[in-house]
């Protein structure tokens, strides 16, 4: 490990200890963040009461029976169903096509420079306006969308306000907010690769998918890595559009976790369950992105061992 | 200087003379209408001041949590007048109403004290009260000597007052003896027919009078009026928002329940006899035939807009939806006319259920009675003939302000049949939901059942069956059935 | 990869218009609906032929919305002060926290490095719902609800994560050896980081950094919660165009305009570094 070399030689002028350096560097941060665990923890708790605002006086510990209460309510099973299927499905379309478009963008140049830029401006609109302007434009009446879809034949195409749309339409939406994501984190991990292995392989007259399959590809991992990551958390804890467009209708195809929940907290005023649900949802957030964080070391270390 | 005028007006403020008189009297005296509107402010403000001590909280400051709304505007159009009146410094927090509730509900439940009033609606005190959020007013109300004597309690029209009062008991009777009194109702909406004039006539269609006359009548609209036209809209989102309009006025009027309460207090599901069964099966098949394609996300505004800009013949919904489509730039501006509604036609009125924009007063506030002297303001004549004529403070609670003359000939030029649909309605005007703290739970549920339906993922009497078993099992859960 | 047929080029062209089309045409109508009023943008069936208005940018700018019931405040320009306010000092704070914090666990494996950098994310998947209620009787006690500082620190949440481990990644591609010749010469430290290490992971830190930035700005639901109405984001602003009287489209649009052309500056500025200069092959080992 070279890194750690580096820095064997104390320096002069700073006379904080070597050993101590990267806990003063990293502990600010940590602190800020650690109050945060305190309403976390306080959220734990009441996961495991029966607390409803409405019954104050009710308010209990009644151990688990939130938790144990999902095994028997399909309406938890959905919610869990909806909600991996969502992430998923997003997560892998915004993969892929971002995925796309960077290696699209991936030469310089002052048009692509420009795209990519331009590009971002979906990512700019707050989720909730974008839901709200995207149901508009997929308004039967006076929907461009509505109106171009009609042109084509498609005439009752009615978007998120039929079940077996709705899913697709707000895939759609989320995939139009957040390819740009997925894109900008690619293009500059792309554009930061070195170049020496392409020109070598050019000179052989190595096949373009070979290239791109054993060289582009297993190079960008980490970045790819990051960039899902941070997808995913976002995706599964998906709000803002679902909620903006069919509020996790019609009937209960689109009720995914943080619906589910929002409609628990601020309308049912159910506290204890809409508690656990997040607590639930905080724990496969926790298990996805142990995986992730474990293979995205693992690539850096062999990464740094090639180097 | 016009001293004349300002008897004028006193006589008026006293009852002596009527609000026509007075106006007629003051034309006469060649005053223009800007110059009277501020005797007249002025003098009002004395004569309310005369035999109370508004100026006992002189110099405290209020805070006040409102949504965006026609309502909020009249009353902070106006608010000078109280702070004139009081001495009492007001200063408010405006929300829009995407997000409003979710401010409340953060605001009372972590007992902020930042608020000392705020604009709710009745169902929501349903969870308020209990939690232990707000105030009961009787206290205030009975008391002479916090209420001055010219708020007249009396003046609230009735199905409106007591749908804001409940004892706390889970399906309680609205405004029983023991009720408490847990905001006072400013503005109110009432769910009847609002519908395009020229396209009825161009559709040969004349005002359906029950539910099958108005399913027929809006298929008819959608097949002959062209351009894409739908003939009814009423809200399909999946939410609570859905069941309480058109859809629970309508079921009310078949004598039909959302809850049936037991002798022993207990509460159970009554959304599944043969009656109700009927009545969601016909509104499920309307909406199917002519309800607006978009209608699982359909909400209030989209009822409203769609009416106003000319894509929907007919609402079945908000009475003040129609009233303010037909003003504004919306390009039916005008065009609209209004009509009661009576769903069964056995009925012998209109039962319509009500949306109550109404002021409470939070529990966490740090000086209630001062607190009080702004609701009573807010709540009172004087601020509600100033709304109601001034401004779009429709459709206003008070008896005497559907009395007033120039507000009934305001609304018969502009809105035609508003005034009458509203007096023949107003008897059966109530809350016809069963007071719950799990209200929000049944609706929502309820809303997306009949999303189900209308997307025949279910049979309506499978869908209304396994609705009733779900909700008893989350009412037992709560330990209230 | 400079090889390429014309046949390949016409694709290529041919799926980044489709990409072109497909991401821009949304915004396109967007900022065409934002000269309309409702009585065109509401027009059956959708029309593009209209004319222009300035009134909804007229009612945004000067906070005056001339309505059939009067004239109404807008906060608009408030929302939007706000909104940079927020965002630019939690970006800022973000920052100054986690490049260090980052640089520590890129450069130095130290004991508990890896929990530690994995609770910070941990932060980022913590559903804001979740400690929101209990946040805002803690913020009460403490005195924090209703201010920036409180605001601040709760949008630590949204950027802190996103920034330490995006630049932590750029800070592990650049080779070490550099920053050792350069400590060798003498330089302290601080010294190395600030001449060595933070030049050459500029261009993260700023990508990093405008993806937090544009986080926080769309983050609305902890003003909505944690403060009154004169602390709220545009977003909050926005909203408040969905009225009982109506829903104001065409205002909406110009919000999201007005709302947008922040973020877009600063990203058309600090272009060389988000696609331009990430080229970090030269330096890397």
Redesign the interface.
Known sequence: MASTETLRRPASGFRISRKMLPYVLSLPALLVCIGILIPFFTAVIYSFQRY?????W?RQFNWGENYL?FITDPAFWNTLKVSLLYAGLTVTLELLLGLGIALLLQRRSTVNNFISIMLLLPLMIAPALAALMW?LM?????GILSYLASLIGLH?F??????DTALLTVVLVDIWVYTPFIMILLLAGLRSLPTQPFEAAALDGVPRSFVFFRITLPMLTPYILTATLFRLLDSIQQFDIIYA????????TLTVFQVEAY?NF?????VGRSAALLIILWAITYTLSNVFIKNWLRLRERARGEA | MYEKEKDLISAFLRGEVDRRGMLKGLGAAGLTVGTAGTLFNMMSTQALAADFDWKAHSGKKLKLLLN???YA??MI?NLQTFKDLTGIDVT????????Y???V??AL????T?YDAFMTGAYMT??YG???WITDLKEWINDPAKTNPQYAWDDFLPGVKNSCAWNGQPGGALGSDDAKQWCIPWGYEQNNLSFNQAMFDKAGVSVPKNLDELSVAAAKLTKDVG??VYGIGVRG????ATIHPGFLSGYANFGQKDLNVGADGKLSAAMNTADSKAFHAKWVSMIQESG???????T???V???L????SAMIYDAD?LGY??N?????MAGKLAYAPFAANPAASAPTPNIWIWSLAMSNFSRDKDATWYFLQWATGLEHAIFGATK??FVNPVRASVWKDEIFRERLNKSYPGYVEMHDVSAPGAKIHFTAQ??F??VT?EW???L??M??K?VPVDEGLDQLAESINRQLQ???LG | MDTMSPLERTLRGLALTLVVVFFMFPIFWIFLMSFQ???TI????PSIVFSPTLSNYAALITGKLQ????T?DIAFMSNLGNSIFLSVASVAVSLVLGVPAAYAFARHKFRGSEDIAFTLLSFRFAPPLLV??PL??Y??WLGL??TYLGLIWVYQLICLPLILWIVRGYFEDISADVEYAYRIAGHSWFATFRKIALPLAGPGIAAAGLLAFIFAWNN?VFA??LA???K?PVT?GA?????????QYGQIAAAIVLSVTPTLALALYAQRYLVEGLSLGAVKG
């Not at chain 1, 409803?52 to 104050?56: A, E, G, T, V």
């Not at chain 2, 408010?92 to 997000?99: K, S, T």
């Not at chain 3, 509401?42 to 069936?45: D, F, G, N, S, T």
């Not at chain 3, 909203?239 to 829903?247: E, K, P, Y």
Request: avoid cysteine.
């Open positions: 409803r605002l409405s019954q104050p009710a209460n149901k997929t308004n039967p009446s006076f009752d009615r978007w998120a306000s039929s079940p467009m069919t509020q996790g209708g019609p009937g209960n409609l601020f309308q049912s005023t159910n | 965006k709304h026609p505007d009249a159009a408010y927090d405006v929300f829009p109403e995407d997000v509730f979710d401010k509900t953060a439940s972590s007992g902020s930042e349903w969870t209990p939690a232990g351009g894409g989102s999946r939410s609570w607006p394609k978009d209608w699982s996300t359909y209030w505004y989209q409203g807009t769609d106003g800009a000319g894509a003040i303010f489509m003003g504004g730039d919306n390009k401004m779009d703290p799990l929000f739970d929502t809303a997306a059942t999303q189900k209308v997307a993922q859960e709560a330990g | 009023t409702n009585e509401l027009a059956i069936p309505t059939a019931a009067g109404l929101l209620l805002t009787q913020f009460q609800s209703n609305f909505l919660v009154s109405a004169d709220q909050v909203l408040a165009f969905v009225t009982s009287s109506g829903i």
